[in-house]
């Protein structure tokens, strides 16, 4: 089982840059695939990155490609999201997932776009 907390949230300008943080507990890290997901008010939570475990292949839905960078750090225990030029559609509550056959969530981090 592993234990993930998220961190890097916050209110910024559309245009403008963030980057969540996802730690997780455990010493299997490294044989988790890593996600990023995210739920606006009223919506499905939604896929927005992935990260295979030795961070060879990455995956992003559509409407972050170009914008949005996940990475890895086994090291560290560590997921990242890089976000920049934040749109206001982009306001959400992100959350981080690990899956190796069974999901994991982190609590949730608000990220809110102004316009």
């Known amino acids: 089982q592993v234990q993930l907390v998220e961190s890097g949230g916050g209110l910024v300008q559309a245009g403008g840059s963030l980057r969540l943080s996802c730690a997780a507990s455990g010493r299997t890290f490294s044989s988790y695939r890593m996600g990023w997901f995210r739920q606006a008010p009223g919506k499905e939570r939604d896929f927005v990155a992935a990260?295979?475990?030795?961070?060879?292949?990455?995956y992003y839905a559509d409407s972050v490609k170009g914008r949005f960078t996940v990475s890895r750090d086994n090291a560290k225990y560590t997921v990242y999201l890089q976000m920049n030029s934040l749109k206001s559609e982009d306001t959400a509550v992100y959350y981080c997932n690990a899956y190796n056959g069974r999901h994991y969530w982190g609590q949730g981090t608000q990220v809110t776009v102004s316009s």
């Open positions: 990260i295979i475990w030795n961070g060879a292949r990455t």
